[in-house]
C-alpha cells in the first residue's frame, strides 16, 4: 500500500500552493486513493477519496475543499454532486452530468487514474474528455485532453527495478502541455507536483 507526500506549486512562478498525503492501493475490484490536504502554512484545508472499478473506471469520487465537496461517479458518463458546508437548503448546490470518461483536478490521483483507464502501448496517443474540478471551489470545467506515452524506462534501485512511464498530458483547447512520470501507482513528477516522500514502493503497474 503506498503511501507518502505531494507538494503543489504553480507552474509560472513556483509559488507553493500546499501538498496532500495519500495512501493508494489495489483491491480486489479496482483501486482506492485517499489523502489530505494541506494549505502552505500547513493548515487541514481538504480531502480526495477516489475509487476505481476493475477497468480504471470512477465508481465514487468525493472531493472537499475549503468547504466546498463534490460527490460523483459514473452513471451514463459522469454525474456528481457540487455543494458547501454552509448550503443548508441547498439552495447553491448543483447537479452535473457530462458524457465524458474521467475526472480530473490538482490531485495527483487522476493522473493515475486516466493513465491506466488508457492502457497506451508506448509510443500510442488518444484523446479523452474529462471534468476537472478547479481550486479552490472545485467549479466543474470539461476539457478534451491529449495522452501520449512517450517512453518507458527502467531504472535500479535498492528495493528492486523501478519501471516509470513518461506521459506527455495536453490540455486540446489551450494548447498547454507538460510531462507526467508514472511509477505503478504513484506520480513521480507532473507540473506543478513533486512526489517528496514514498514511505513504501509503488505497487505494481496492472
Do not use: N
Not at 111 to 123: D, N, Q, Y
Not at 160 to 169: A, C, D, I, K, Q
Request: aromatic share 8%.
Amino acid at each position: 500500500m503506498p503511501s507518502g507526500r505531494y507538494s503543489f506549486h504553480d507552474t509560472h512562478d513556483d509559488t507553493p500552493l500546499g501538498e496532500e498525503r495519500f495512501s493508494c492501493a489495489a483491491g480486489p475490484s479496482g483501486w482506492r486513493y485517499t489523502s489530505q490536504t494541506f494549505a502552505p502554512d500547513g493548515r487541514a484545508d481538504g480531502a480526495v477519496d477516489l475509487t476505481l472499478d476493475s477497468r480504471f473506471r470512477p465508481v465514487r469520487l468525493e472531493l472537499r475543499r475549503e468547504g466546498w465537496q463534490v460527490r460523483g461517479g459514473t452513471l451514463a458518463g459522469l454525474t456528481w454532486v457540487r455543494t458547501h458546508v454552509e448550503d443548508v437548503d441547498l439552495s447553491h448546490t448543483r447537479e452535473g452530468q457530462e458524457k465524458a470518461h474521467a475526472f480530473a483536478g490538482r490531485s495527483p490521483a487522476f493522473l493515475v487514474a486516466t493513465a491506466r483507464m488508457l492502457a497506451l502501448s508506448e509510443g500510442a496517443s488518444t484523446r479523452v474528455r474529462v471534468v476537472s474540478f478547479t481550486e479552490p471551489v472545485l467549479a466543474p470545467r470539461t476539457l478534451d485532453q491529449g495522452w501520449t506515452l512517450e517512453g518507458i524506462e527502467t531504472h535500479p534501485t535498492d528495493s528492486g527495478p523501478l519501471t516509470v512511464r513518461r506521459f506527455r498530458v495536453a490540455d486540446l483547447e489551450t494548447g498547454e502541455e507538460g510531462l507526467v512520470h508514472l511509477a505503478g501507482d504513484v506520480v513521480l513528477s507532473a507540473p506543478g507536483v513533486e512526489l517528496e516522500d514514498l514511505e513504501t514502493p509503488p505497487g505494481p503497474w496492472i
